[in-house]
């Protein structure tokens, strides 16, 4: 019985040990809105490094990519959270969030600072909306679409995202959504804007009546859904990632609610993914 209470004494009197952690922390991106539409903007984008302790509950969300004609959800890592992207639009301006959304026929949406940039509007040509703008992206903000006759249009490419080897390899993560068009008659080249560089959408497009619809972000970059045209639904936003990178002398403990992985160490490191869903992770 002594001996029970001395290992109930000094379990309890443990003492955290705090550390430093590398993160990675994506929400997700922006869909677009339902005929006629901007790219989605990326998930907001943070990296940088947090000082952490053992015997504490650090709580993580992933951010879902947006549904058709919303913005993405927020990603949370402890006291640190990115913004979810913002919806691609037709009359409105983009929606605002981590990087603004694209808009046919209207402003682009504003980004946020340090996690992303703004979406770009569209271009009209004799009074016909026929291009949308690009969302923005991590790294760049979404291209202006343009319309230089109703049978030379393109959408506006979406912003390129940026780049982390938090996880040992060069990752580009966090596009913007490429902006819808179409022509009347078949001209040249392919209209629909291009996703940005990271799991952004491609835009969807109509030339003449062939229909091409929009793609969706890549689930688990923060990219953001391609915009559209006449008669097309919205694109989804792909969800967000939180990667840490800790010291191999650490444990972790990855909490219901979450769905994650550690890899096996490596270079004095160990690195966990965390792709879906809400909970709690600690350290010993």
């Known amino acids: 019985m002594y001996q029970s209470l001395i290992g109930i004494i000094s379990s309890s009197s443990e003492t955290p040990i705090a550390f430093s952690t590398d993160y990675l922390v994506i929400a997700g991106g922006g869909a677009s809105e339902n005929s006629y539409s901007g790219g989605g903007g990326a998930g907001g984008y943070r990296a940088s490094s947090l000082s952490i302790a053992t015997l504490s509950n650090y709580t993580v969300t992933i951010g879902a990519g947006g549904a058709t004609n919303s913005s993405g959800s927020n990603s949370v890592f402890s006291s640190i959270t990115s913004t979810g992207g913002g919806v691609g639009t037709g009359a409105s301006a983009g929606a605002t969030g981590g990087s603004g959304g694209g808009s046919q026929a209207a402003a682009g949406g504003v980004g946020t600072s340090g996690q992303g940039n703004a979406g770009a509007t569209g271009a009209t040509f004799n ?40 996880t040992g390899t060069s990752v580009t993560r966090a596009g913007g959504g490429g902006g819808g068009a179409s022509r009347s008659f078949t001209g040249s080249g392919d209209p629909k804007g291009a996703g940005g560089a990271g799991g952004g959408g491609t835009g969807g497009s109509l030339v003449g ?76």
């Open 127 to 166: 009074g016909n909306n026929y291009s949308a703008g690009g969302g923005g992206g991590a790294s760049a903000a979404g291209a202006v679409g343009t319309s230089t006759s109703d049978s030379n249009s393109t959408g506006g490419a979406g912003g390129a995202g940026s780049a982390s080897s938090i």
């Open 209 to 284: 009546s062939t229909f091409t619809n929009p793609t969706a972000g890549t689930a688990n970059t923060g990219g953001g859904g391609g915009g559209t045209t006449a008669g097309m639904n919205g694109a989804t936003g792909g969800s967000g990632i939180v990667i840490l990178k800790y010291p191999d002398t650490r444990t972790i403990t990855i909490g219901a609610g979450l769905t994650g992985s550690t890899a096996a160490p490596s270079g004095g490191f160990k690195i966990t993914t965390i792709t879906a869903g809400t909970g709690n992770v600690s350290f010993a």
